[in-house]
């Protein structure tokens, strides 16, 4: 009961004291009222069984609701819902009818024919309404009441100080030129806003191989990213695929990275990433799974959904919408004859409106959550771009629009910031940019293994694992902690998800296995982008470029010889790292070049991102970089994503980092990932956050 008090005074509280000023608030409810009021008229318009005498009515109508919502409906869902989500579902639609309901009784020329008019009403009208706000920008910045009922769900919130807290986000696969052109444009205004102030500073720092979510974040979070040859790699000694998204492996790769003092270890929480940061509360976490982590289901995350009035309304709205347009954009794709293109399935439009809409919102929701309880150090990644772009292209249309709801999701967190118990410095980072390009299969009708296969005279048994957008790992993820959860909703999610579960984890879109039917495959052929990676297992070592020679006599040279291949770089008994390119070769160890230098269009940086690659222990036998345009920044992915990372050329390899202006890099443009662990960490002790006497 005293929580339903204090969720009342709270109400009562921020309304008095709202930020805008008295003046602003009055506007923005009279706006509000007046798009409710039109949305309600237009759903009266479209259902038979409910009619409108007048606007009038309309307004007086949704007031009605409003105040059922604002009254009575935290009084019912109280009591509900920490016992079941199910139950709370249910709750929700019997308080919608019962809205309908109240309406109808008390608002002399309103109608409502039935409770199942009632029902599809309540649907209707939150949709048109959704869509209006969204049309005329009523909601920038997010609503009082999510601020609200963010604050009433803090219980045991940290003690008022002036020490701050860092919240950090992550833009999954947005590259440094593509922030900068879209603030340019006049897009990305919250980022835009703070940059042009001059409170935060945009600056480039340069990923090295390999250029991609787990290698990157594992070198921001922890310091240390050495060994993390690709997103999947074979490791020779237990002849064993690993692989980034693989709770059990990405759990291993922190256990080889933590030195225990991660980015987040003191009092910090880790929000839908790969990797933990030593973090002290995990959520939606890949590593954090195989310790049996609850995640969510130490969370009332869920509850936002239900006690906001069009909260769970709003999200089918917009997770339909973004359905809806994903299909129309797709066909309009297809139609131009537009080029690279990927074809698109429904499955994908699913997983893009999953990430863009109950992702998305679940970090905002989550980051919230935590800034009130006064978290030292946030860090959340918004995979949302990245999965777009992926497949759409890092620069079209549908991957913008994604950047430009990140942003309004960043201006949400930061108007909540607003009343929160401490105040927060926020930092804006990309892990890695993205190239564009059509496919490798797509330019030469085969895949990378295909041709090792080819060129092998086709007796090569081989094993080529493909790859998925990171929103299918952190879709995965979420959904693994759904089933962990305690409760009849967990009990459904269980059994619905039952022949996609394994030791507790949900894979909705299963990888095949190593081998071909009963086969152990000879060779282990790899993409992470246009960065190809090839083994021949069952040696306990690295083959060097002798005994490849020996073995397979002239496949090094045809590979490099390829139109689609850049170089390949290998391992000399004699003299260590060998590039080899169609018309020449570079020694990484004397920086000898034989003919023409097959590293010249890669930047200055290549040399060292390739011997960093090459001296780590399960390096593959043959590395492959593919194709690069350097006019056009375009590769050819040795995966079936247009929008690729993990190797060298283009945009991928320049990430941005923005940051408070009087926090200054310790360089000009940080090389590899740890150096922004170096410099994030003197930023935290800077304000009272250090990590040396973390557990």
Known sequence: MKGLVDFYATQVRLLWEWRGG??????????????ATLSFALTAALLPGLSVASLSAAA???????LFNALVRPLALAFIAPRSLILTGIAVLVLQVAAFLVVERWSPGVSVSSTITAIVASFVYAIINTTLTAILGVDRGGSYFGYLVQALRAKGAAPATDRP?????????????ILAARVRAGSVNTMASWIRNGTHRLSRWEAQLPSMTSASQLGILHGNNDGIPAFRWFERDRQKLMVSSNPADAAEMVHRASNGEGLLSNDGVSICNLVTGDATRSYVTT?????GSRGLGDSRAFLPFFFSPTGYLRSLTLFLGELITERIQDRRTRRAGVVPRLDRDFKYAGMRAASNVFLRDMNVSLIIEEMYRGANVIYADFTDYDEIAHHSGPERVEALQALDGIDAAFATIVKAAEDVPRPYRFVVLSDHGQSLGSTFK?????????????????????AEQRSRGEGAAFTNTFLSEVVRTSGASASVARLALADRTTDGVVDIDPEPQLGTSSE?????????GNLGLVYFTGFDHRLTVEELEERHPGLIASLADHPGVSFVCVRSRARGGLVVGSQGARYLVDGRVEGKDPLETFGPNAVASLCREDAMEHAPDLLLISQYDPELGEVAAFEELIGSHGGLGGAQTEPFILHPAEWKLDEPVPLG???????????????????????
């Open 22 to 35: 008295r003046l602003a608030l009055l506007k923005r409810l009279v706006i509000t009222l007046a798009v």
């Open 60 to 66: 007086l109508a949704v007031i009605l609701i409003a």
């Open 165 to 177: 807290g860092v919240v950090i986000f992550q833009i999954d696969g947005l590259a440094y030129p």
């Open 287 to 291: 590593a954090a799974l195989a310790d």
């Open 442 to 462: 797509q330019r030469y009708g085969e895949s990378l293994g295909g041709l090792v296969r080819r060129l092998m005279g086709g007796r090569a048994t081989v």
């Open 520 to 528: 152990v495959a000879q060779i282990v052929v790899v993409g992470s």
């Open 673 to 695: 990932a740890p150096a922004i662990y170096r410099n994030l960490r003197r930023w935290l002790k800077s304000v009272g956050i250090p990590l040396e006497h973390a557990a």
